[in-house]
Every structure is written in C-alpha cells, then in structure tokens.
C-alpha cells in the first residue's frame, strides 16, 4: 500500500480509496485489477480471490486498520458475485438451502479498538449484492481467548497451536441442523476454519461450507 493510495483514500472518501477516481469505494479499473483464482482444498471449502497478487491486499488493509468501512461493501460485492453459482450448484446437487452465515470473529479487544468485525460487513455488503435474506450470526461463534495475528505465525504448526481452544459456541440452537456459511476474509493454512468448524459441529449443523474471499 503506498503513501499516495493512502493519502487519497482520506483526501477523496466519496471516491476510490485506492485510486481517488469514480464515485464508488472501489471503483472499476481496481475491481479488475482483483484476481479471480479459486481454491478448492476440499469439497467443504472454497476461497476465491488471490490475496497477494492484485489490490485485494491493500483494500483489506485499508478496511482492517484504517476504518475505510465503506470498502466491506464493495468486496461483500465481489464475493456474490464468486459465491452465488457455487451456492446454485450447492443447492442443487447436496440441497444446501437456507443457509445461516457464522463469521468468523474477532477478539472483544480487537473489536473494541477497530469498532466492528470486518467479516461481518463483508457479510452484509454479500447479502445486499446477492439480495438474498439468509441469517447473519454475529453471536453464535466468539473468541473468547485472545491471539497473536495469524500471519505472525509462519509455520502451519504455529498457526493451528496459536487459534486452537480461542473460540467459543452460544446459542447452538441457531444452527442445530441448518446448512451453515462460515465466512472468512483471508485463509491461508485453513487453521482458523478448521478451529472454527471443530467448534460449530458441536452443535450439530447439517453441513458447513467454509468460504473465504481471498486466499
């Protein structure tokens, strides 16, 4: 992310925040500079758009550390666009109908300094573009221990010890034999899904699929 981005991003709010141009948080030229590369690990997860190699990074940093907020709208929009055929196929094929959404969430100390949970407006700015009416929990999982930033950890090792035991289930009836979307903004070893999903089967959903936006 350069000074210049940065600096037009506070200078233009009603514009760009990586370029200053047009009158959306992201507009066109950078939405197409964002690379569209799925990832299949398995059958129950699936992240869509490349993380290093186009803005995505910088428009996540922006959103995560320098409350452009604004900008959650906009990915939420791009990840309809990458999750609405997955969930056809889904539906057709395994009846994955009427999903609820689990983001995955942030510590009470990380939402207190930050004001909110990235992956929840990421959330709501999907079900706006997608116009579909599925729940959204925000209290069914939560992370009850705090933890160092995952990308500190660079062994995959490292990464399950470090998010192991820090989420916690409430109201389990939310999701006892629903279809569940658990939802992240960025999976790389698939440490935090899999903490997550171990932790969400205790309440017995029919199936979870675990999405990602970017990888």
């Known amino acids: 992310m350069s000074l210049l981005s940065l600096f037009l991003s506070f200078l233009f709010p009603n514009h760009c925040r990586l370029c200053g141009k047009g009158t959306d948080a992201v507009c066109a030229t950078c939405k197409k500079s964002i690379v569209y590369m799925p ?31 604004p900008i959650a709208h906009e990915l939420g929009g791009l990840l309809a666009d990458a999750l609405l055929p997955e969930l056809e196929e889904r539906v057709r094929f395994e009846h994955f109908v009427d999903p609820v959404i689990i983001p995955v969430p942030v510590s009470k100390r990380g939402l207190r300094k930050r004001g909110y949970n990235q992956v929840t407006l990421i ?81 017995k959903p029919r199936k979870i699929l675990r999405v990602a936006l970017a990888h």
């Not at 990832?39 to 452009?68: C, E, G, N």
């Open 39 to 69: 990832y299949l690990p398995d059958r129950q997860t699936i992240a869509f758009y490349a993380y290093r190699k186009s803005s995505l990074k910088d428009l996540l940093w922006l959103l995560k550390y320098h409350h452009q907020r």
């Open 123 to 203: 959330a709501q700015g999907f079900l706006d573009h997608a116009q579909v009416n599925f729940p959204l929990y925000e209290d069914v999982l939560l992370k009850s221990r705090e933890t160092k930033k995952q990308a500190r950890n660079k062994k995959r090792k490292e990464r399950f010890t470090n998010i192991e035991g820090s989420f916690t289930l409430a109201h389990p009836e939310r999701i006892t034999g629903r279809n569940v979307i658990l939802l992240d903004d960025v999976t790389t070893t698939g440490a935090t899904l899999d903490e997550a999903t171990r932790v969400l089967m205790r309440a």
